[in-house]
């Protein structure tokens, strides 16, 4: 069973991050996290899965293959919300 809080430590070895970036991202509060003592500092496992994986690069055979798909098709595919193919 995976731990769902993790302390500021352990996020920090769970994602990679130094410990300095890992704070410099919680003092910007460009990470999610909770504090409810008001000096600790805790994360969700769950959300920080979620802000890791937030800003998707697109690989460059993925961009071909939408490129092929348009030029046999001679149209976008259509998409729903978000981007989802429909």
Known sequence: MEKNILTFSEAAEYTGM???YLY???????????KPSGKL????????????FSNRITPMN?????????TVAG???QTGRKGVKL
């Open 18 to 20: 130094s410990k300095s």
């Open 24 to 34: 410099k991202l919680t003092s910007t509060g460009a990470i999610p996290h909770y």
């Open 41 to 52: 500092i805790y994360f969700n496992r769950e959300e920080i899965e979620a802000w890791v």
């Open 62 to 70: 993925e961009i071909d293959q939408r490129a092929t798909d348009y």
């Open 75 to 77: 149209k976008a595919p």
